[in-house]
């Protein structure tokens, strides 16, 4: 049987490491063999465009530069890791996927969604993460937690502005995708890991009666 991928996805401070273990270990518990992947990297041929996405380079990196590194080394992880591990019956856990190219290119860039559907048809051919779940946090909020671990990397010195783009990006996708739960990380983190806990739990218990996806995306609108 197909394993399932879950994603978690949010701004920079949003709490998506501490959550990330949370879900692989309640899917351990669950009785699931499970894979952890990031994004960009999770190879090592993504993990050195990893680097190259992420250096403060002293010349301009254009927005289709950006965007087309995320591409290529999502497809390296998709290819080498994901595909292999989900037809081997493995739950993989992903931080971020392609809603994280729609939410910070798309969004905070602005590149058009022409653009941003060409190149993720043809590097996805509709693949999609069967759950997704999306820690919410004002940009303001997520920069300080994210300046509070260091130095913030090219991406992260956007500005607030970008990231206010990106997050009403991000929103605006959740809103029509059934299968993408948006979870408040302005909450204690207690709170956040105990929704967290509960969504996965649900679904660990629907996929095992599920017929369909639709089936399974509509038993999560009520965590919305």
Not at 25 to 37: N, P
Not at 113 to 118: S, V
Not at 147 to 163: C, K, N, P, S, T
Not at 193 to 204: C, L, M, R
């Amino acid at each position: 049987m197909r394993g399932k991928f879950i994603v978690v996805e949010g701004l920079e401070g949003a709490g998506k490491s501490s959550v990330i273990g949370l879900i692989v270990q309640a899917l351990i518990d669950a009785g699931k063999r499970v894979e952890q992947t990031r994004e960009p990297g999770g190879t090592p041929m993504a993990e050195a465009i990893r680097e190259c996405v992420k250096h403060d380079w002293d010349e301009t990196v254009s927005e289709e530069t950006e965007l087309l590194l995320m591409y290529a080394a999502r497809v390296q992880l998709l290819i080498n890791k994901i595909f292999p591990s989900l037809a081997d019956g493995a739950w993989v856990v992903g931080d971020r996927h392609d809603l994280s190219s729609q939410a910070y290119q798309g969004g905070g860039r602005g590149v058009s969604e022409k653009t941003m559907t060409a190149i993720s048809d043809i590097a996805l051919k509709g693949f999609k993460p069967d759950l997704t779940l999306y820690l919410d946090v004002e940009p303001a909020v997520g920069l300080e937690r994210a300046r509070g671990r260091g130095e913030l990397d090219r991406i992260e010195q956007a500005g607030l502005a970008f990231f206010e783009r990106t997050r009403a990006k991000y929103l605006s996708l959740a809103q029509q995708d059934e299968s993408i739960v948006v979870i408040s990380a302005m909450q204690p983190m207690e709170k956040v890991h105990q929704d967290v806990i509960a969504i996965i739990n649900d679904y660990v218990a629907a996929s095992g009666s599920e017929r369909s996806d639709t089936g399974h995306n509509k038993s999560l609108q009520g965590q919305d």
